[in-house]
């Protein structure tokens, strides 16, 4: 399955994807964050490749209409979380190459995996967890909507061999669904605020009918109400 968002495509990984998997795994600050080893060669990737990032829901997040993955983004089913063991919760994870944070690509994929989980999966629950310290993670979390729930002193992290303070938080489909419903209102009413601005400029013969047009078509679109 492919999925998509204004920015990135969101597919299978292939095994032809190791050579890119290892230029941004092997970057220690990537795994070491999530709790992975960093990668030591093509070979390591191609094995991650084949046993862990061909499991069910787990994606290569590229940018539109480009093939290289920058990233990873996944929903543990049950079995493969320790957070629940219901049919209907999962766990979300991802990573991203160090060259691409803080553009908020890693919300844009992860919002799109949740609403993946409530309207395809049938999910209630998505549950999701970063490392104390891990500041970056919890933002995408927050910035998604996930809700704090609870703190555990001495989590075991089997691939380091170490044990860390990790932190849990959780987003229900009602809570979700309410978050959808008033990012909906919020953007028409930031598109019709624009839109009465524009008018105003086009009456005061601040901007020509051309220009206009122009600036409307772009907010429409921007705003993902036009065609
Ligand atoms: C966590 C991660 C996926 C965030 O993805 P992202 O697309 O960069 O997320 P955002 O752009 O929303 O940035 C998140 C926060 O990182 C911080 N940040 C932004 N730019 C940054 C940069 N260049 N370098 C470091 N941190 C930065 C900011 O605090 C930002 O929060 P803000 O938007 O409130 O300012 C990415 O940092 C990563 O892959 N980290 C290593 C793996 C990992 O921790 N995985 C999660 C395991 S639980």
């Not at 970057?27 to 191609?46: F, Q, R, Y």
């Not at 629940?84 to 994929?109: H, N, Q, S, V």
């Not at 524009?198 to 921007?222: E, H, R, W």
Request: charged share 30%.
């Amino acid at each position: 399955m492919i999925l998509t968002t204004r920015r990135l495509e969101l597919r299978p990984w292939n095994e032809s994807d190791a050579e890119v998997l290892f230029k941004y795994a092997k970057e220690p600050d990537v795994g070491l964050n999530a709790g992975w080893k960093p990668h030591v060669s093509v070979s390591e990737s191609i094995d991650v490749i084949r046993n862990i990032l061909s499991r069910p829901e787990t994606y290569a997040v590229c940018f539109k209409g480009e093939n290289d993955p920058i990233g990873s983004v996944s929903l543990h089913l049950k079995g493969h979380t320790d957070l629940t063991d219901r049919d209907d919760e999962c766990e979300l994870g991802y990573w991203l190459g160090k060259p691409f944070w803080g553009r908020g690509i890693m919300p844009e994929a992860a919002n799109e995996m949740l609403r993946h989980a409530f309207e395809d999966l049938g999910m209630s629950k998505v549950w999701a967890g970063y490392y104390d310290g891990n500041d970056r993670s919890k933002r995408v979390q927050e910035k998604c909507g996930f809700i704090y729930q609870w703190t555990t002193q001495d989590v075991d992290v089997p691939a380091l061999g170490e044990r860390r303070v990790g932190h849990v938080s959780a987003i229900t489909k009602e809570a979700w669904h309410e978050l959808m419903d008033e990012n909906c209102e919020k953007k028409a009413q930031l598109y019709y605020k624009q839109k009465e601005l524009l008018d105003t400029f086009l009456k005061s013969g601040a901007i020509t009918q051309a220009q206009y047009d122009k600036s409307f078509g772009d907010l429409t679109k921007k705003m993902g109400f036009g065609e």
